[in-house]
């Protein structure tokens, strides 16, 4: 007759409390960081802990705590802008590392269809996570309204559409970058001045472009001359830069809402055998670094520490899943121009 082996048995409550001498709820108590154990007690069990290798199961730990230990990170976009974009990927590398060093798992959630969103609901009310990070910068995005509901923390990116009563956001100073980059080509020397935009139903687009008129005191009829929405893609930016050329041939700097426009900016600039910077200066805005120093000529642009964004939304939202008394408030966060060789 065989005998099943234990050896390789994973390690129990029962196993540590044995270990440390104590009683199992003593155990308990502190491994769920009760502040009612005695510090010899906290001293064995966190020994007996390590040295078993012991790891808190915690579907039962949920039921205890109430809490997942998880935390949803959530991306209202289409699925080829999150993975064609390298924005998306900084963002998501951010989230990971700053959520992964307070120990919490973070669970990727991809919220753009009206179908996406209602399943988005259903997890985020149902327990699975404790709170969330919410990127949905759209104008009249529905998860703006769904995420506004829920039974649970949430920490927006960016100026969020409509009221900012009783929301907690993180964002950068678009409009200051905006007008940053535009004065620093008026600097220059450049009388001409365009701008290649975001999409417009997002208001990090709409204020970079509202810093851009407020350099240059532009009116309503210049700013139709000389801007074009180049819809935050590289392929974008260069449509909207051959559209600035055609209607402004005479333009000498032009400032380009994200550096993967501008990317696109510098190759129609070079079709149509304009020198960077000698004929037409560019800016750009992120300094992303898989994309500003690589580009020909390097890009000068305005800086957003978009790791420092996202560790500041995880540690208001930590703050809130602690039960601390944070009053909500809209978070902004400086920029900075990057000098390089294209302006």
């Known amino acids: 007759m065989s005998v099943q082996s234990h ?29 009612r154990v005695s510090p ?32 949803a990170v959530v991306f209202s976009e289409p699925e080829p802008k999150i993975f064609d974009d390298p924005h998306f990927a900084w963002l998501t590398r951010a989230a990971a590392r700053a959520l992964a060093d307070a120990d919490v ?11 996406d969103q209602d399943r988005a609901q259903r997890f985020l009310q149902g327990g699975h996570v404790d709170g969330a990070l919410v990127f949905a910068p759209h104008k009249g995005d529905r998860l703006l309204a769904l995420a506004r509901k829920l039974p649970l923390p949430v920490v927006y990116a960016g100026r969020p559409w409509g009221s900012l009563r009783g929301l907690n956001s993180v964002d950068h100073d678009n409009t200051g970058g905006g007008e940053l980059a535009t004065r620093h080509l008026m600097s220059l020397g450049r009388g001409r001045i365009a701008s290649v935009t975001g999409p417009l139903d997002e208001l990090a687009a709409a204020d970079r472009l509202a810093g851009w008129r407020r350099a240059l ?32 041939p005479d333009l000498d700097a032009v400032f380009v809402a994200s ?3 501008a990317a696109g900016a510098l190759d129609a600039l070079r079709e149509a055998g304009r020198r960077v910077p000698e004929d037409v200066a560019v800016v750009g805005f992120d300094d992303h670094p898989s994309i500003a120093p690589h580009t020909t000529p390097a890009l000068t642009t305005v800086r957003q520490d978009t ?30 121009l990057v000098r390089r060789e294209s302006a």
């Open 259 to 261: 550096d993967l426009m």
């Open 40 to 71: 010899e007690a906290q001293e064995a069990v966190t020994a007996a802990a390590r040295d078993l290798g012991y790891q808190p199961n915690q579907a039962a730990r949920a039921l205890v705590t109430r809490r997942s230990g998880a935390v």
């Open 7 to 35: 050896v390789n048995a994973r390690p129990t409550l029962e196993d540590v409390a044995a270990r440390a001498g104590v009683s199992r709820a003593t155990a308990s108590r502190v491994l769920n960081a009760s502040p």
């Open 105 to 115: 798992q973070m669970v990727l959630m991809l919220a753009h269809s009206p179908q």
């Open 307 to 336: 790791g420092n964004q996202v560790s500041h939304m995880v540690a208001h939202l930590l703050r809130l899943l602690s039960g601390e008394q944070v009053r909500a408030k809209r978070q902004v966060l400086p920029t900075q």
């Open 217 to 248: 005191g532009a009116d309503d009829e210049r700013t139709a001359l000389l801007t074009e929405d180049g819809g935050f893609s590289r392929e974008g930016g260069k449509r909207a830069m051959a559209a600035l050329l055609g209607r402004a």
